[in-house]
Every structure is written in C-alpha cells, then in structure tokens.
C-alpha cells in the first residue's frame, strides 16, 4: 500500500501512443455499500508512519475511512483522536483483529477503543480469512456489536472464492479485498456476485506494493504508473467504494489526493494499466504457499479451503 509517487504526469508516452489522463470529474463521495456510512473515495491506513498532522490534512481534503490496522502506529492515532474530538461523526474508524480466540476479541476492541479515545468504532475487520470464518467469531463479534461497541463487521482475506461465504452471510456488511491491475480477479470472481444492496468494499494493496510502479517488471515502451495511477485504475471500477492507501509522509498523501481530483480512467488509461498489470505478475508471480496462519484456520474451522488464489489474477 505504501504510496511512492513515481512518474508519468498527465501525458505520457507508450508503446501504443500517448497515455493522457483525462479532464474527469473528480471521484466524489459515495455510500459505504448498504452500511449507510458517507465517505470519500481514499482511506488511509496506519501501518506506514503518515504524521498526525498530515491524517488531519487528509480529513479536511475529504478523506473519512481511517484504518487502524495491523500496525498501529502512534502519530496516525494522533491524528483519528484529534479528529474525533472535533467531528467524530463525520470519520469512519475500522480496526482490525486477527485473533482465531473469539475470548481475545473484546480485549482487542477494548484497547483499541482506550487508544482512540472513543466510545466505539464502526467498523470492525476480521483479517486475513482465506477459508470460512468459525460462527464464533462472528458470534463475538455481534456481541460487541450488540453493547454499541462496534457498528459494522467487516471480513478481509485473498482467497477469492472463499468471498461467497462472506458475501452470503447477512451479519457481514463490509469487504476488505486485493484489487490492482496485477489481480484483476476481483472483476470475475467477486463483483459479479455481490447483492442488492451490497455489501460496502475496500480495496488494498493498490500498487502491489509499489511493483506496478517499479520499471523493472514493465512492458517494453510503457510508461511506469504513478501511485495516483493505481488508486485512479482501482477506483474506476464502480464496484470499488474506498480505496485504501499507505502513504507515510506528505509527498506520498498528495499523490493518494491527487487519485481524487484526477478522476476516473478512461478506456486507453485502463487498458495501458491491464498491460502494466499483466507484465508485472508474470515477472513477479511465486508458487502459492499456505501460511502460518492459514494452518491455524484449517485447525480452527475444519475447512480445508485451498491456498491463497494466486495463479488466476
């Protein structure tokens, strides 16, 4: 997720002519899914180190989704609690837990909610499901839910066809999910088969981890994407609602901003990011493992889903 603005500008020069980013209109707010929460198009994570000052700047630019996510990091929860003071309502605070012990979970929401200074959070994120969620979590979950504590239940994972579950089940009203030009699959294997009214998406890892923007994995003749150019690609699709970002100073969270005002893609700037896409996961692509973590799911739920789905984009 990390935001390292790269080149090109507004026009550059491909192997099939001139990539120009279009006069669109800037992406403007929309509805969480069916959570009913209002946010901007950009969320911001806190893993990466972006000052409290700058996640205030990021707020009066319109930023409203703020994950306080897997590494917490103590000038970006500055920044929520600073906000939050003055407009808690008009902020969409979503933490993470990646516990498999449904009785570690209030301990978790509970110091995050004590590090925040805050009553609640809205959303809650169970992270890191590539098989199905055991109905006791979820169960925690909604307890907490239940005592005001959060207001929505989110689930994360990469095992796209694992997403049925999630999108099937009425107790989960958020998506967290991998969606950039290099993993396209999204398109085919989630989108498609989500509900009226739909659950609310997040997308991450916009840049695959700056490898979009790296010349090394490019087609010969293409230009190399900016940051702005991945959140742009991931935000063009009306199925995305937010798209998490990483930025960890200033220079990073303009090129994030700069996503917003530039507006969707046209068909040429689509189909020059596919390229790009399709270039650097072929270059870059590894056998599929099972992690730690994965095991400990198979134990823990009995489901023997696959590993992570990476050979099919």
Same mark, same amino acid.
């Given at each position: 997720?990390?935001?390292?603005?790269?080149?090109?500008?507004?026009?550059?020069?491909? /192997?099939?002519?001139?990539?120009?980013? *279009?006069?669109?209109?800037? #992406?403007? *707010?929309? %509805?969480?899914?069916? *959570?009913?929460?209002?946010?901007?198009?950009?969320? %911001?994570?806190?893993?990466y180190g972006l000052p409290g000052s700058e996640v205030e700047r990021a707020f009066e630019r319109g930023v409203r989704f703020f994950l306080w996510g897997?590494?917490?990091?103590?000038? &970006?929860?500055?920044?929520?609690?600073?906000?939050?003071?003055?407009?808690?309502?008009?902020?969409?605070?979503?933490?993470?837990?990646?516990?498999?012990?449904?009785?570690?979970?209030?301990?978790?929401?509970?110091?995050?909610?004590?590090?925040?200074?805050?009553?609640?959070?809205? $959303?809650?994120?169970?992270?890191?499901?590539?098989?199905? $969620?055991?109905?006791?979590?979820?169960?925690?979950?909604?307890?907490?839910?239940?005592?005001?504590?959060?207001?929505?239940?989110?689930?994360?994972?990469?095992?796209?066809?694992? &997403?049925?579950?999630?999108?099937?089940?009425?107790? $989960?009203?958020?998506?967290?999910?991998?969606?950039?030009a290099a993993h396209p699959g999204a398109e085919r294997e989630i989108f498609p088969r989500l509900g009226a009214p739909r659950q609310g998406t997040i997308a991450f890892t916009a840049?695959?981890?700056?490898?979009?923007?790296?010349?090394?994995?490019?087609?010969?003749?293409?230009?190399?994407?900016?940051?702005?150019? !991945?959140?742009?690609?991931?935000?063009?699709?009306?199925?995305?609602?937010? !798209?998490?970002?990483?930025?960890?100073?200033?220079?990073?969270?303009?090129?994030?901003?700069?996503?917003?005002?530039?507006?969707?893609?046209?068909?040429?700037?689509?189909?020059?990011?596919?390229?790009?896409?399709?270039?650097?996961?072929?270059?870059?692509?590894?056998?599929?493992?099972?992690?730690?973590?994965?095991?400990?799911?198979?134990?823990? /739920?009995?489901? #023997? !889903?696959?590993?992570?789905?990476?050979?099919?984009?």
């Amino acid at each position: 997720m990390n935001a390292a603005s790269s080149s090109p500008s507004s026009s550059s020069s491909s /192997s099939l002519g001139t990539v120009t980013a *279009t006069a669109a209109a800037p #992406f403007g *707010t929309r %509805l969480l899914g069916r *959570t009913g929460l209002s946010v901007g198009p950009l969320g %911001l994570g806190s893993s990466y180190g972006l000052p409290g000052s700058e996640v205030e700047r990021a707020f009066e630019r319109g930023v409203r989704f703020f994950l306080w996510g897997s590494r917490r990091r103590a000038g &970006f929860g500055e920044g929520l609690r600073a906000i939050a003071k003055r407009r808690r309502e008009d902020m969409v605070i979503a933490i993470q837990s990646y516990t498999r012990m449904a009785s570690l979970m209030p301990w978790s929401v509970d110091r995050a909610l004590k590090a925040l200074g805050t009553d609640y959070v809205d $959303v809650l994120g169970l992270a890191w499901w590539n098989g199905p $969620v055991p109905q006791r979590l979820i169960d925690a979950a909604l307890r907490l839910r239940d005592k005001g504590k959060i207001r929505h239940l989110m689930i994360s994972g990469h095992h796209r066809p694992t &997403f049925d579950r999630f999108i099937a089940d009425p107790a $989960v009203d958020l998506l967290m999910l991998r969606y950039n030009a290099a993993h396209p699959g999204a398109e085919r294997e989630i989108f498609p088969r989500l509900g009226a009214p739909r659950q609310g998406t997040i997308a991450f890892t916009a840049t695959r981890w700056g490898t979009l923007m790296d010349p090394r994995y490019l087609p010969a003749g293409e230009p190399p994407p900016r940051a702005t150019d !991945c959140y742009r690609f991931a935000l063009s699709n009306p199925n995305v609602d937010v !798209c998490l970002s990483g930025p960890k100073d200033a220079r990073e969270l303009d090129a994030a901003l700069d996503a917003v005002s530039e507006g969707p893609m046209d068909e040429a700037e689509l189909a020059w990011m596919r390229r790009v896409g399709a270039a650097v996961r072929a270059s870059t692509v590894k056998k599929s493992q099972i992690s730690a973590l994965e095991i400990i799911d198979k134990l823990a /739920s009995f489901s #023997f !889903c696959g590993p992570k789905q990476l050979t099919s984009g």
